[in-house]
């Protein structure tokens, strides 16, 4: 069955930087574009960045220039790199296809904070 696996989040300071990983199973990931959204308590699930199955990446607005979306297709793994982060990145970050599948994993948070 599709899985989603997150890792990564974590409590980091204004500017600071962490990377999530995402380890996928249950799909042909090389073939699939895949992307990662985040949730804050009481809003919907926004896209953040999307990579082809060939590596070209899409990035929302607010993100670009500070997250790199990247992928491993021999590890059927997705990362995302992010850097100069700021309070509003706040949230838990999910991965999933592109279009997303119904399934959801349990995501990971990222809490940025002074």
């Known amino acids: 069955q599709v899985q989603f696996v997150e890792s990564g989040g974590g409590l980091v300071q204004p500017g600071g930087s962490l990377r999530l990983s995402c380890a996928a199973s249950?799909?042909?990931?090389?073939?699939?574009?895949m992307a990662w959204y985040r949730q804050v308590p009481g809003k919907q699930r926004d896209l953040v960045a999307v990579i082809s199955s060939g590596g070209s990446p899409h990035y929302e607005n607010s993100v670009k220039g500070r997250f790199t979306i990247s992928r491993d297709n021999a590890k059927n793994t997705m990362f995302l790199q992010m850097n100069s982060l700021k309070s509003e990145d706040t949230a838990v970050y999910y991965c999933?296809?592109?279009?997303?599948?119904?399934?959801w994993g349990q995501g990971t948070q990222v809490t940025v904070s002074s």
């Open positions: 999933n296809g592109a279009p997303s599948y119904d399934y």
């Open positions: 249950g799909i042909i990931f090389s073939s699939k574009a």
